[in-house]
């Protein structure tokens, strides 16, 4: 039987001509990439700095880390299918405005609650922006290697912005305070919609339907519970609370499943993931980002807080993941169609497994070298894989559902940022609270430096210089253990991947749709 999702009918002759101005409009789309890449990067190099000055505890600053994954993995879907049914153009601009408002919030947050909430708002608005981006890319290039590079690009300026992100944010909290980090998004926002508004062309469902609020609070409410229970499961060991939150989110999610099925006109037509491509794309992402975010989260840490970099010189020692995964992203169609799409995808993900592997024996003193080769590799492999599943996913569906589809692509990678962060980030936040207190530490300083690495270190500047080392370097070497494990989970976590997604993308090839699952 096939699996391929038949479009709704196109125009007369079958053919479209190609858009002028589309390199134009995928210039400023990529703005908005910038603009989602450069907030997610910037936080983890801000993180001792709010550590120090907001003294979350440490529950809180992995709130801190993971709300805005954890709403805006709950709204993609959504916003995704209004971007559809309004205009995807409209959508963008507006949540382009609403994400530099609320970035100002973030700005100047005075406590872990406030900060938490502005992060949770952020989240509301980014939730617009990446599915509008890759759907108007849908649109845009209807040539399949056409979109092919253009996809390429819109990825290998993500990973550029997560260069650039870490870079720009460590000379700002060399210079200013934390919150100057988020005012970065501001002129980037400004530039975006003063330009979009003359060079993005509207695009959307020509025959939409109505947008159906019952099915938008049933995937807010089920996402947001199920992800809800298994951070509280990692980080405090599974209790009736996070049960009954999880058996709500998982009755939601069904629910909203069987009215999808029902509905004329769905938020998401579930037929999509008939698709044996189309959903072997979908899972990959989400577990190599699962397997990513735990690393990725408290690499800045690690450069920083254990081996004591500067905020700036941090930022530029993970360009080489960026670097790498630019030049992946941008190459990634040609070798995809030289190759296959299942050798690029899953060798992608043994590289970045490889890397992870190697960290498991990852030293407080460990060169740079080393480190700065691992991130290479992951950047390649992340860009080769990336950017070949975002492809698979806008080819597989018809343009008319690009919203919806792409917002799918993009739950599965916050879904798994915000899994990975809670399951790995917990696995090192237990094992780092588990180190041995130097005896003479007060008890006050003592729970201080167990909250997070963070706090160790401000707490052993207010000891006796000798006091204040050996409570520093217990707690680092308990990070690094913590950090170690959590590598070795994310390497078994890619490797797996990279042998599923040899299977699920079997026969599949860029810009076509197999015939069978």
Known sequence: MSSKIEPRPAAAGGSEQPRPGRWLALAVLVLAVLLVAVDATVLGLATPFVSEDLRPSGTQLLWIGDVYSFVIAGLLVSMGSLGDRIGRKKLLLTGSIAFGAVSVLNAYATSPEMLIVARALLGVAGATLMPSTLAL?????????????????WGAMASAGAAVGPVVGGFLLEHFWW???????????AVLVVVGMKLLPESRD???????????????????????????A?????????????????????????RQLTLTSPLLDMRLFHHRGFSGAVLADLLTILGLAGLVFFLSQFLQLVQMRQPLEAGLAELPAAVGAVAAGLTAGIVARRFSVRIVVSGGLAAIGVSLAVLGWLQADTGYPLIGAVLLVVGVGAGFSFTITADVILSTVPKDQAGAASAVSETAYELGAALGIALLGSVVTGVYR????????????????HESLGGAYESSRGLPHDLGSALLSSAQD???????????????????????TWVLLRGQELGESPEHP
């Open 206 to 232: 020509p025959a939409p339907g109505p947008w159906d609020i019952v099915s938008v609070g049933l995937s807010l409410v089920g996402m947001v519970g199920i992800v809800y229970a298994i951070k509280e």
């Open 434 to 449: 588990d180190f041995v207190t130097p005896p003479g530490v007060p008890a006050g300083a003592a729970a201080e430096a």
């Open 137 to 153: 890319i849908r649109n845009l290039f209807h040539d399949p290697k056409e979109r092919s590079l253009a996809v390429g690009i």
């Open 478 to 500: 308990s990070f690094v253990d913590g950090l170690r494990i959590a590598a070795l989970a994310g390497a078994v976590v890619l490797l797996a991947t990279a042998a599923l």
């Open 234 to 258: 990692a980080a405090h060991g599974v209790s009736l609370g996070n049960v009954a939150a999880a058996v709500f989110g998982l009755l939601a999610l069904v629910w909203f499943v069987r």
């Open 179 to 189: 919150g100057s980090v988020f005012l970065i998004n501001l002129p980037v926002m």
